[in-house]
């Protein structure tokens, strides 16, 4: 079974403070995504790397910067923290085929007061 | 470009039949996504349809027409586990990158 783990399930920051949400999967997946999902505006890629040390902007990277040092580890950051942040954070892993299956981790229910 | 339309919300009763449908526009196609997601938690895979037809895995049954631009997720004799928002996720080919839709948040009632 794929299993992708987030390193928390929930998080309480203040505004500006740097925030960072860890994800790690351990299949073997070449290509890692970070979502961040809201009410209404469904899920919104905000970086993905398709190999270590590769990233590419998503459709809100702004605000936003990532770090994939090591294969089975994708991080997301947050530089300074602001209450539009406040949002489920989700991060997916897949294996480059036929199909692009993606498998997500628990999710990061992130609160930025 | 790319997007992908279904409804927002659907109630349906307990050992009923439900139909939720899909509809996408692209140039390119690999192939049609649907996920589960219950409230508060992560997407599960469900299905993946390459070719036209019906897929049925179970209880649920995933059809696709390419040449609509349409696909439906059938479910059936409803359970309230459920309840639950169903994703449909496009793989156009763009780089690994899938294109989802809203979800449609579906009710299960007794």
């Known amino acids: 079974d794929v299993k992708v783990t987030q390193s928390s399930r929930y998080l309480v920051k203040r505004t500006g403070e740097k925030v960072f949400l860890e994800c790690v999967q351990d299949?073997?997946?070449?290509?890692m995504f970070w979502y961040r999902q809201d009410p209404g505006l469904g899920l919104r890629l905000i970086y993905f790397?398709?190999?270590?040390?590769?990233?590419e902007k998503g459709d809100i990277p702004e605000g936003y910067s990532v770090s994939r040092e090591k294969k089975e580890r994708f991080s997301l950051i947050l530089e300074s923290a602001s209450t539009n942040q406040t949002s489920m954070y989700l991060c997916?892993?897949?294996?480059?085929?036929?199909?692009?299956?993606?498998?997500f981790g628990p999710g990061t229910r992130l609160t930025v007061l | 470009g790319q997007n992908i339309d279904q409804p927002t919300e659907m109630t349906a009763t307990e050992g009923a039949i439900v139909q939720i449908n899909c509809t996408y526009q692209?140039?390119?196609?690999?192939?049609l996504f649907w996920y589960q997601q219950h409230a508060g938690e992560a997407p599960t895979f469900l299905s993946y349809?390459?070719l036209d037809g019906l897929e049925e895995k179970g209880r649920f049954s995933s059809f696709l027409s390419r040449s609509k631009g349409y696909s439906y997720l059938l479910l059936k004799e409803l359970q309230m586990k459920d309840s639950a928002s169903y994703l449909c996720?496009?793989?156009?080919?763009?780089?690994?990158?899938?294109?989802w839709g809203l979800g449609t948040s579906l009710a299960v009632n007794p």
């Open positions: 996720a496009l793989n156009a080919g763009n780089n690994r990158k899938l294109i």
């Open positions: 997916a892993s897949s294996w480059t085929g036929r199909t692009d299956t993606q498998y």
């Open positions: 299949m073997d997946h070449e290509n």
């Open positions: 692209t140039s390119g196609f690999n192939g």
């Open positions: 349809n390459v």
């Open positions: 790397s398709y190999d270590v040390k590769m990233k």
